[in-house]
């Protein structure tokens, strides 16, 4: 396969091309493990602001692993400390938490000039799922060659993640923060990679190979080995109690 070079500014013209998809956006910002990664349209400031403040819907949605949405940065109650933020006023933010890795969340931001609206947030939710994608790539290859095998075994390991998150939710009750975190402590308690956790309880409880219960699975959807499987198992019995 040939090799594809990644950077930051592959991020920013994504960033670029949701602002001008979207009617009135004012920027956008791209967040990983808590931090932001990369912004547009001279919004950043608003992000960095809520991050060091510790409120938000930067912060909310972080923590909540749900859409978060505002007519007014400065206005809204939830976030007082916020009121005297140079330059939210009338600001409306979408705050989206995206697919999942070993470290967390992809979290996407964008800032409007009015209260958001269904259009935007279909633009949002079309575009998000590439920007996810794209930050993963450039924070496993911070600027060196990543062959297109290594980019695709990287999607299918996220999907296989979000599979075994959506179980552990629907089995437990929790929300897609605390199934995370349940799974991430599986993977230490046992001792084996998160990924292959992830891909042995699918198999668990789907009863069949990834796969072959995902057609668009390919070869970078490796077997999990045996160490993998017994916590699996034990991890899904617990699960069920």
């Known amino acids: 396969m040939p090799d594809v070079r990644f950077g930051p500014e592959l991020i920013e013209r994504l960033l670029g091309y949701l602002v001008s998809e979207i009617t009135g956006c004012l920027g956008a910002g791209l967040h990983t493990e808590r931090r932001l990664v990369r912004a547009v349209g001279g919004t950043e400031r608003l992000d960095q602001a809520q991050w060091e403040l510790g409120v938000g819907p930067v912060i909310d ?9 505002t007519a007014d940065l400065a206005g809204d109650r939830r976030w007082p400390e916020l009121a005297g933020l140079t330059g939210a006023d009338g600001v409306g933010v979408v705050a989206v938490p995206g697919s999942w890795d070993e470290k967390g969340p992809v979290l996407l931001t964008v800032y409007l000039d009015h209260e958001p609206k269904e259009d935007d947030l279909r633009v949002i939710e079309r575009v998000e799922p590439v920007l996810a994608t794209a930050a993963a790539v450039v924070e496993f290859c911070a600027d060196e060659v990543v062959r297109a095998d290594q980019m695709v075994t990287m999607v299918q390991h996220r999907r296989v993640i979000e599979q075994a998150k959506g179980l552990v939710m629907a089995a437990s009750g929790v929300h897609s923060g605390t199934a995370f975190q349940t799974l991430v402590r599986a993977s230490q308690h046992f001792n084996v990679k998160l990924n292959e956790l992830a891909t042995a309880l ?40």
């Not at 949605?61 to 949405?69: I, N, S, T, W, Y």
Request: glycine share 12%; charged share 35%.
């Open 61 to 69: 949605a972080a923590g909540d692993e749900d859409v978060v949405r």
């Open 202 to 241: 699918v198999e668990q409880v789907g009863g069949a190979p990834v796969t072959e219960q995902e057609p668009e699975a390919g070869p970078g959807t490796a077997a999990p080995g045996r160490r993998a499987r017994e916590a699996a198992e034990r991890t899904w019995l617990a699960l069920r109690r």
